[in-house]
T-cell receptor, first 114, second 110 residues
């Protein structure tokens, strides 16, 4: 089975540009999580969805960040406008409600904002 | 909120055993996870503890004491490929959020 799929794997953009990161969760998983990882702050939860509905977006840094999940197999994280401090690796993860609800991570998108 | 502490770095020799400790102070608890993350890659699931005691999976074992707010990950018969960061994460009892520790970088030397 395919794991969590993210695109692009690498993104280099200039300050002020819009950035859109994409995620396809594991089929059948009903939870989707967006994380950001930096050396300084570690792995931080930005937002998560249950059955395509945003449940907690308290980790979203500011209004420049937005996330959507239009259907069970696709989510986007958008940054507009982007700033150099947004440079990080962004991970998407998905899980099932049952059992231990283990989160499975995608390969991540390495974002560099110049 | 969650406060999760683990050592920053550990070094061990190939074939040896290393124990990575994790302590947590949380407003609630609903399970503790360990993840492995190689440099430049995504975290991958290693183990899950929700009840006190030891869970063994091959060369890796994880222990939990809820009363002490303490867990450890035990890596036996270390191999070079075990060089990675190991992340401790606690799940919130009210939802499915995970709070991660900063990670412990383990370096295995020949």
């Amino acid at each position: 089975d395919a794991g969590v799929i993210q695109s692009p794997r690498h993104e280099v953009t200039e300050m002020g540009q819009e950035v859109t990161l994409r995620c396809k969760p594991i089929s059948g998983h009903d939870y989707l999580f967006w994380y950001r990882q930096t050396m300084m702050r570690g792995l931080e939860l930005l937002i998560y969805f249950n059955n395509n509905v945003p449940i907690d977006d308290s980790g979203m840094p500011e209004d420049r960040f937005s996330a959507k999940m239009p259907n069970a197999s696709f989510s986007t994280l958008k940054i507009q406008p982007s700033e150099p401090r947004d440079s990080a690796v962004y991970f998407c993860a998905s899980s099932l409600r049952q059992g231990g609800s283990t989160q499975y991570f995608g390969p991540g998108t390495r974002l560099t904002v110049l | 909120g969650q406060n999760i502490d683990q050592p920053t770095e550990m070094t061990a020799t190939e074939g040896a055993i290393v124990q990575i400790n994790c302590t947590y102070q949380t407003s609630g608890f609903n399970g503790l996870f360990w993840y492995q993350q190689h440099a430049g890659e995504a975290p991958t699931f290693l183990s899950y503890n929700v009840l006190d005691g030891l869970e063994e999976k091959g060369r890796f074992s994880s222990f939990l004491s809820r009363s002490k707010g303490y867990s450890y990950l035990l890596l036996k018969e270390l191999q070079m490929k075990d060089s990675a960061s190991y992340l401790c994460a606690v799940r919130d009892p009210n939802d499915y959020k995970l709070s991660f520790g900063a990670g412990t970088t383990v370096t295995v030397r020949a």
